[in-house]
């Protein structure tokens, strides 16, 4: 299949991305990249995470996402917005990150056989992130606390050297 495999374009949950592309990235570990904004999704988040593990305080798994280029975000016109297919939007790639993974973006999507994404054609890039969560212990929470409500979420994207290169190569 090449660097990538095409996935079916199907209608996107509301909230997710709306791409005519879709592309899957083996999980790598070439490109380690945090992701940011999670304190702003707390729903979605938290919804990612799930209930506290019944015996311990800490869960890590790996997790799919889906990567959602922004090119008309104001804040950022490279901005990568991070999704999970059921839960939505839970972040983004930092800033100092897009402005090579962008471009980067667009170029996979001219490979893929379409339009360049100023033409209004979009590309949506699944990938695996590692997931670490860990809530307090019980006998530090007071009555009011929410015991399933972790003190800390870090959500990393484990991208393999292909899309690494691709940003890198630019």
């Not at 804040?75 to 930092?94: L, S, W």
Request: with cysteine.
């Amino acid at each position: 299949m090449g660097m990538f495999s095409r996935k079916p374009t199907t209608p996107a949950q509301q909230g997710n991305g709306q791409g005519d592309v879709l592309l899957t990235f083996p999980r790598g570990e070439d490109a380690e990249i945090e992701v940011v904004g999670l304190q702003h999704r707390k729903d979605a988040v938290r919804a990612l995470v799930g209930k506290r593990p019944r015996d311990e305080t800490e869960r890590e798994k790996s997790v799919k996402m889906r990567l959602v280029r922004e090119p008309s975000n104001q804040h950022d016109p490279n901005a990568i917005a991070v999704h999970t297919d059921k839960h939505g939007h839970v972040g983004y790639i930092p800033r100092t990150n897009t402005a090579d993974l962008g471009p980067a973006f667009d170029q996979l999507l001219v490979e893929a056989g379409k339009a360049s994404s100023k033409s209004g054609q979009t590309v949506d890039i699944y990938c695996t992130a590692d997931l670490y969560a860990v809530w307090p212990d019980l006998e530090d929470l007071e009555p009011e606390d929410d015991k399933d409500e972790p003190q800390l979420v870090d959500l990393t994207l484990m991208l393999s050297r292909d899309l690494a290169v691709k940003a890198s190569a630019r």
